[in-house]
């Protein structure tokens, strides 16, 4: 299933966010810990290196996330030229508060009341960018929500006479080019549910977590997952969780979008545990397996089918 989502406002968005850059010193981008590379919006790289910006890349909710598997991530943001990472949680305090001094010492030239520090915040919906905000601003500035595009226009912030920051709607891109990303992407929420069928998310982060996390499947609904596939655990939770539609033949047909809603939910609200659903080496992987295949069908014509990985994670 392919997964595309760019609401009206989202061009706007992109308009206003490209004027804005200009007058900003450093980039808060804003990701997923569970998916680190899939939440990166290209568009962001494309205006943040067209002006040159440096650009902190906060890893929120990295409390839902796998430690282990976070470390990877930040070690491989940080190999890259004029990105510094850091993995938080925007819900505590003093994650946020170093914050500020990281913006600083990214853009040492700003740094007195001539010229203050100027800071944007960008990322695409639903990452935890109006959450910073406000517990930046240390009041409730930005309207915060467990749904994805409720920012809808810049506001802006004066921490201090040296700082300022911007925050900006969540931007998806046009064309989500592979459809691992757009799964991942609407498993942790980041797209409106009128833009997938829960059903297959649900199959498809079952088919990430036997292969990768089963036991958070078996301890959280208590049944046994071995030899299980992606579509019989979405059952079994149906079975487990009594979700039967009702006035069906004897009361038993299985409700399979209620099941899939409920382990939706379990997963973004962190209750299977700590789980990243990509690494750096299975993005490499994917990609390097793309390519081959896009190569083969040059080669072989038009008759060649062309195949990706459906789990990143591998």
């Given at each position: ?7 009206g ?13 200009a ?7 804003v990701?997923d810990?569970?998916?680190?590379e ?15 910006r440096p ?8 409390d ?12 491989y ?15 505590k305090?003093a ?7 990281l ?5 040492p030239?700003?740094d007195?009341?001539?010229?203050p520090?100027?800071?944007m ?18 009041r ?30 969540g ?31 649900a199959?498809f ?10 036991a958070?499947i078996a301890?959280?609904?208590r ?16 079975r ?15 409700d ?7 382990f ?30 896009r ?12 195949k990706?990985?459906?789990n990143?994670?591998?």
């Amino acid at each position: 299933m392919a997964i595309q989502w760019f609401p009206g406002h989202m061009t706007q968005a992109r308009k206003k966010a490209a004027e804005t850059m200009a007058q900003t010193d450093v980039v808060i981008e804003v990701v997923d810990a569970r998916i680190p590379e899939a939440s990166c919006n290209p568009m962001i790289h494309e205006l943040r290196r067209h002006r040159q910006r440096p650009c902190l890349k906060l890893l929120n909710k990295a409390d839902l996330a796998d430690p282990r598997i976070t470390r990877a991530w930040l070690a491989y943001f940080n190999a890259q030229d004029g990105i510094k990472a850091v993995a938080i949680s925007c819900r505590k305090a003093a994650e946020v508060a170093r914050i500020p001094s990281l913006c600083q010492a990214l853009a040492p030239h700003r740094d007195d009341n001539l010229k203050p520090l100027r800071m944007m915040i960008m990322g695409i919906p639903n990452v935890g960018k109006s959450t910073l905000l406000n517990a930046l601003g240390k009041r409730r500035v930005a309207a915060v929500g467990d749904e994805p595009a409720v920012t809808k226009s810049q506001q802006r912030i004066e921490l201090s006479p040296r700082q300022i920051v911007v925050d900006t709607p969540g931007m998806l891109w046009p064309k989500i080019e592979h459809a691992s990303d757009g799964l991942m992407l609407a498993a942790c929420h980041a797209v409106g549910r009128n833009a997938v069928i829960d059903g297959d998310v649900a199959i498809f982060l079952a088919g990430i977590l036997l292969e990768r996390y089963p036991a958070a499947i078996a301890t959280r609904y208590r049944i046994d997952t071995a030899g299980l596939d992606a579509v019989a655990a979405v059952e079994a939770i149906a079975r487990k969780r009594a979700c039967f539609i009702k006035g069906s033949a004897h009361g038993r047909e299985l409700d399979l979008e209620r099941a899939a809603m409920i382990f939706l939910t379990d997963f973004r609200d962190g209750l299977l545990g700590r789980i990243s659903l990509e690494t750096p080496d299975g993005r490499h992987a994917m990609l390097a397996a793309e390519a081959a295949a896009r190569a083969a069908q040059l080669d072989d014509g038009p008759e060649c089918g062309m195949k990706s990985n459906p789990n990143p994670q591998q």
